[in-house]
Nanobody, 121 residues
Framework: QVQLVESGGGLVQMGGSLKLSCAAS????????MGWFRQAPGKEREFVAS????????LSADSVKGRFTISRDNAKNTVYLQMNSLKPENKAAYYC??????????????WGQGTQVIVSS
């Protein structure tokens, strides 16, 4: 079992920055690939970015490329999402998620409670 707790959300002006954190309660954080997802009001949840267990392989949605950066610190059991040049349409609840790297075609089975990001225009 992995428990995930996000933090760092809040209200920011358009063009501003926020850094989200997600702390994982597990002794084997490096067994998990991590991802960030978001869900805006009235919309489906969508993928934002992911990082593999070692931090080497990173993926991000086209809509955030060049503005959002995912990273992780396995010594601190934490994954981060640095968000720059925020736009009003980035307003959403942001969730981190974990999937076991040892499972072939594994899915994100562990989710945090989410943190709200609001971008004012």
């Amino acid at each position: 079992q992995v428990q995930l707790v996000e933090s760092g959300g809040g209200l920011v002006q358009m063009g501003g920055s926020l850094k989200l954190s997600c702390a994982a309660s597990t002794r084997t954080f490096s067994n998990y690939d991590m991802g960030w997802f978001r869900q805006a009001p009235g919309k489906e949840r969508e993928f934002v970015a992911s990082v593999n267990w070692s931090g080497v392989i990173k993926l991000s949605a086209d809509s955030v490329k060049g503005r959002f950066t995912i990273s992780r610190d396995n010594a601190k059991n934490t994954v981060y999402l640095q968000m720059n040049s925020l736009k009003p349409e980035n307003k959403a609840a942001y969730y981190c998620a974990a999937k076991d790297k040892r499972v072939v075609r594994g899915k994100y089975n562990y989710w945090g409670q989410g943190t709200q990001v609001i971008v004012s225009s």
